[in-house]
């Protein structure tokens, strides 16, 4: 049809000549605003890990742990966590407002058919007689296409891009969060069990010696004061039982918010065992590698792309907006000759907008973006720099923790032997039970302290495994 060729070249055209240009800043990534190496790190160490040259992002959690019970819970929360699911569905909503935005770059076709039917009365035809017309019409058409000369449209487009590749980033960061929760949680349940145990165990032996105390006060062979002191420490154990009762069951709830279900009793932890212990160490590498390595700092990336695009988009509402409308096909008054010869029909819109005054709003939206690329530059920055501080505290900790947990054990060994050593006295009469309470006192808050170390190792394990970027490879 020869009338169509003019719409044709117009769609041709605006195709040619979409993206002559791109106002966006260009991008490069910012220097890092953190020390090249980790306190206390030796300056030749490697950026990967010299053991299994394996850095810890690439390490999955079901290498990393290897309990379990403690894999069970962690497949059950990757599958039922509320936190975890929004994250993902954030993912299903930011592709679909990506490939709304990216559609405004291409022109969208519409096919159009219409039919009108007028009756003019008989006043008012001329011709004495009530006339009927009818009018049939089908055509294919452009709709206020615009021709992006300036990057406005690719630049949103480019825009909810990077916002949308922030969301996947941000699923996985929610991911490694979950991992590290759940782990922290099922450690933190295992330790509360074993202090209880112990506590248990304390009462079941203090009851045992108030018993005895108390059939030698009753024969004349110990003294008021020596039962009074007996029974503190009996009602000391009573008050941690109840205590760590209450907390063991705490620790089950915290456990199953995190799961999103309730805690299945086949995947309930045990007492901190030393099969909890074999957490892999893990090698820190360089601050330079967590850019490429943790989620959170490749979403916060993300988001100052995207800022970055945003001000070409507001540089270009300063120059001219053009929009295309096209369409071609054709029309009848009779239904049976709409695609005869003779009958084809099209139309050429072009428009556009030329900004002369605006009262400032075109200035005010670029300065908006350029403060929002700024602030989302100081945001990454300040990413960065809680990294390099979580990093740093957990490698300090795991270092700490190693000679502090030495330090306790050999401190409850002594403790244990000073109560034998205690115990022994009293019975010889050498020394008062004040002592022995003592003694027992000393003993059981290094074993206390001992359990409360032991975990702390652990989660430090964790927190490290969770601060250098693992846990979102299964």
């Not at 009018?135 to 615009?146: M, P």
């Amino acid at each position: 049809m020869p009338a169509v060729v003019p719409a044709l070249l117009a769609l041709s055209a605006a195709l040619l000549l979409g993206g002559c240009a791109n106002l966006a800043p260009g991008y490069e990534r910012p220097a890092a605003p953190v020390p090249e190496r980790y306190p206390d790190t030796p300056a030749d160490t490697p950026a990967e890990a010299p053991a299994e040259g394996v850095a810890a992002s690439d390490v999955g959690w079901r290498s990393f742990f290897a309990d379990a019970r403690l894999l069970g819970l962690l497949e059950l929360a990757l599958d039922n966590n509320r936190d975890l699911r929004v994250a993902v569905l954030n993912i299903t909503q930011a592709r679909a407002q990506y490939r709304i935005q990216d559609a405004a770059t291409l022109p969208a076709l519409s096919a159009n058919g219409s039919s009108t039917a007028t009756r003019t009365p008989a006043g008012l035809s001329g011709t004495g007689e009530a006339v009927t017309s009818h009018q049939y019409s089908a055509t294919l058409g452009v709709s206020a296409y615009e021709l992006d000369l300036f990057g406005r449209v690719r630049n949103l487009s480019a825009q909810a891009l990077e916002q949308y590749l922030s969301t996947e980033e941000a699923r996985r960061s929610t991911q490694i969060s979950l991992v590290a929760e759940v782990a922290t949680a099922y450690l933190t349940w295992a330790a509360d069990l074993e202090r209880l145990a112990l506590a248990r165990e304390t009462l079941r032996s203090q009851s045992d010696t108030y018993a005895l105390t108390k059939r030698r006060f009753e024969l004349g062979s110990a003294s008021a004061l020596t039962l009074r002191q007996v029974q503190t420490s009996v009602d000391s154990a009573r008050v941690d039982v109840a205590r760590y009762t209450g907390q063991v069951a705490q620790d089950r709830n915290a456990l199953a918010l995190l799961l999103g279900a309730p805690v299945p009793e086949a995947l309930a932890p045990r007492a901190l065992g030393d099969s909890l212990n074999a957490l892999p160490e893990l090698p820190a590498g360089l601050p330079s590698a967590l850019m490429l390595r943790r989620p959170d700092l490749l979403q916060s990336e993300h988001q100052l792309k995207a800022a970055t695009a945003n001000i070409g988009a507001a540089r270009a509402a300063f120059y001219p907006r053009i929009s295309l409308t096209a369409s071609a096909g054709s029309g009848s008054g009779e239904l049976s000759g709409l695609f005869k010869g003779g009958s084809g029909s099209w139309t050429f819109l072009p428009q556009i907008s030329l900004p002369i005054f605006d009262g400032g709003a075109n200035r005010a939206g670029l300065d908006n973006a350029v403060a929002g690329r700024d602030i989302a530059l100081a945001q990454y920055e300040k990413a960065i720099q809680s990294a390099f501080r979580e990093v740093a505290d957990a490698l300090a900790q795991r270092e700490a923790l190693s000679s502090q947990l030495q330090a306790q054990q050999s401190l409850v060994e002594a403790s244990g032997d000073a109560l034998k050593l205690s115990d022994a006295r009293f019975v010889r009469g050498v020394d008062s039970y004040l002592d022995v309470l003592d003694a027992q006192r000393t003993w059981y808050g290094a074993q206390q302290t001992l359990i409360g170390m032991r975990l702390s190792r652990l989660t430090n394990g964790v927190t490290l495994y969770k601060a250098l970027g693992g846990g979102w490879k299964g």
